[in-house]
């Protein structure tokens, strides 16, 4: 069964600008989650959706948002891109019943220059 | 300060040793506590998962949940090199376990 995927791998932007990064959950996995992971503020949650649904959300500005399609597929937005959004990007799936365990993907690094 | 709180290490044991790795936390919500582990350039892996108080053991790793003093524990027997890695306390207080709040994060490195 293929993991969690995340598209891009490495993405460069420059300030201001606006970047859009892609996950597709483990089939048949139809909740997504999101972490930012930097080196001074460890693993932060970002947002979770379900059927297409934001269900959760953590303590982020606006400018970071995301949606869910059908096929349980997550992208989620950064607008006005800022130097402190450099970070490790991470979607997690799991199959949403009851205490199931969360798989991680690789990741997206997003360097802000 | 931080809901929860660990010690980033590193920490180099020699192979063989018996690691300990700890979080604590303020959030008397916390009720599912999981330990997840991170190799470079990867995302991370869950390893143990504890509901409350108490211990859980899964091969050479065990669990340790104290409710009462707010600390968890995860120990690593016969630690080998492919053990190297950074060790991640999670805590969620909803039974999905989705919205985690993670530690910082400890980095091993077992020596051969």
């Known amino acids: 069964k293929a993991g969690v995927t995340q598209t891009p791998r490495y993405l460069i932007k420059t300030r201001g600008q606006q970047v859009t990064l892609s996950c597709s959950p483990i089939?048949?996995?139809?909740?997504v989650s999101w972490y930012q992971q930097t080196p001074g503020q460890g693993l932060q949650f970002l947002f979770e959706y379900f059927s297409e649904t934001q269900r959760n959300k953590g303590n982020f500005p606006g400018r970071f948002s995301g949606r869910q399609f059908s096929n349980s597929r997550s992208e989620m937005n950064v607008s006005t891109l800022e130097l402190g959004d450099s970070a490790l990007y991470l979607c997690?799936?799991?199959?949403?019943?009851?205490?199931?365990?969360?798989?991680f993907g690789p990741g997206t690094r997003l360097t802000v220059l | 300060q931080k809901e929860v709180e660990q010690d980033p290490g590193p920490l180099s044991v020699p192979e063989g040793a018996i690691v300990s790795l700890n979080c604590t936390y303020s959030n008397s919500a916390f009720q599912y506590f999981m330990w997840y582990r991170q190799y470079s350039r990867k995302g991370p892996e869950l390893l143990m998962y504890t509901y409350s108080s108490g211990n859980k053991e899964d091969g050479r790793f065990t669990a340790q949940v104290d409710k009462s003093s707010k600390y968890i524990s995860l120990f690593i027997r016969d630690s080998q090199p492919s053990d190297s890695a950074t060790y991640l306390c999670a805590m969620s207080a909803t039974r999905g376990r989705r919205a985690l709040t993670f530690g910082s994060g400890t980095r091993l490195q077992v020596q051969p």
């Open positions: 997690a799936s799991s199959l949403d019943r009851g205490a199931d365990t969360q798989y």
């Open positions: 089939s048949g996995h139809r909740s």
